[in-house]
């Protein structure tokens, strides 16, 4: 049978063996949600950056540029990193670079896995429809909060464990603490997650709306996928 494990930090990526396995990288506050959104709503593809200078660059190439350090804008950007932002399929037709604080960074450490997928609540049963079809072991990889682990991230981590669990064996432990942290949680996700470090964090920006629409399970039923340097939907 296939395996699934949960990586629950990217300080703990180095113990992982990506070889031929699919990772679902997951940053639920904000960045794959507002990767999943931008997609869903007329974005050609992404190309996303762990470094800020980098990013900026791909504005002289006709790209949008998208980026938040901490939470924030990085000044000077065109966007942040909200997913609301891009409901309105204003950007429809255009390629976007990005950079955040942690979701660009965990795609970044991921390469020389088979795919890496895009995953986030609210494409969450996409996903699990996507892993199931694939003929091999997967890694969901949270991004956490700079090395740190995170609620959101573990909860998502868990619902998709949930899910896919009559097709796939649990590698290890973390597989079996995120379901758990999903079963206490699954009847109000977003009382559960009042609490948690990063969405007190967002909510002080100012940002429950954008919290609210990350926590909506399955509103979009797109997995994007890393082809070479861009994400896109196949």
Not at 102 to 110: D, P, R, W, Y
Not at 169 to 191: Q, T
Request: charged share 25%; aromatic share 6%; hydrophobic share 40%.
């Amino acid at each position: 049978m296939k395996k699934i494990d949960v990586c629950l930090s990217p300080e703990l990526i180095k113990l992982y063996d990506l070889k031929n396995k699919v990772v679902v990288i997951v940053d639920v506050l904000r960045a794959s949600s507002t990767m999943v959104t931008a997609l869903a709503n007329g974005i050609t593809h992404i190309r996303p950056y762990s470094n800020i200078d980098a990013c900026e660059e791909m504005r002289n190439s006709g790209y949008l540029i998208a980026g938040e350090r901490g939470g924030d804008i990085i000044k000077g950007f065109d966007l942040g990193n909200s997913p609301l932002k891009f409901l309105q399929e204003k950007y429809f037709g255009e390629k976007l670079a990005m950079t955040t604080t942690n979701g660009t960074l965990a795609i970044k450490l991921s390469k020389g896995a088979s795919k890496i997928i895009i995953g986030g609540m609210i494409n969450l049963e996409a996903v699990a429809n996507f892993i199931n079809n694939q003929n091999k072991d997967v890694i969901i990889f949270c991004a956490g909060w700079k090395g740190k682990v995170n609620l959101e991230d573990t909860l998502f981590a868990g619902a998709l464990v949930d899910r896919v669990s009559e097709n796939f064996e649990l590698e290890c432990d973390a597989s079996m603490v995120a379901r758990a942290v999903y079963s206490e949680a699954k009847n109000d996700i977003i009382g559960y997650l009042k609490n948690s470090s990063h969405v007190n964090r967002l909510a002080k920006l100012g940002i429950i709306k954008d919290i609210e629409f990350c926590l909506t399970p399955d509103q979009f039923d797109i997995v994007p996928e890393l082809d070479g340097d861009n994400i896109m939907v196949r």
